[in-house]
């Protein structure tokens, strides 16, 4: 049986949203387990990422995670210090990313830029996720009102990912269901 992992976003939470439609959906097919990071408001690189390590023990091929906008960052590394020989099965990025737009940063103020800029500016070492991972489906909209639709290049360049680009979805807060996602898991 798999277990996924469902990772939130900034501001977020383990519940509502897509992430309830996908619960229900996989209830009896997998293990679900969600997780509410530590000062969502605040979002920091060690303590979300600390909190997988201190809570996922062991992964493997049938191991998955499943995230939202910063959580794809948590993932990224956490999988960049597993122990050698570790693989999981793989990850989907939905908003996911490694920069924000620009005019966002400018218009939310200072404080955004302080949370943001330790996760835009502190570099992920690609090749060692690569390592425990070579499966990733990014989803991303076009309209998206935070994340470079840039991101898309960066996730296929260094990741290898397979990216969706889906029409008006905004930042997948409103977003009721993502077919796409229960497609990845099989």
Known sequence: ???????????????????????KELKGKAKVIAFDMPNTDEPEINAWAGVLEENIKDVDANTFFVTHSIGCQTVLRFLEKLPKGKKVGGCCFVSGWLTLKQEVLEEEGEEVVEIARPWMETPIDFDKVKVHCNNFLVILSDND?????????????????????????????????IPEVLGFLG
Do not use: C
């Open 1 to 23: 049986m798999k277990t996924i992992y469902l990772i939130h976003g900034w501001g977020g939470s383990g519940s509502g949203g897509w992430f309830d439609w996908l619960k």
């Open 145 to 177: 009102p935070y994340v470079q639709i840039s991101n898309r290049e960066t996730f296929e360049d260094k990741l290898g990912a397979k990216v969706i680009v889906k029409h008006n979805q905004e930042h997948f807060n409103m977003v009721l269901k």
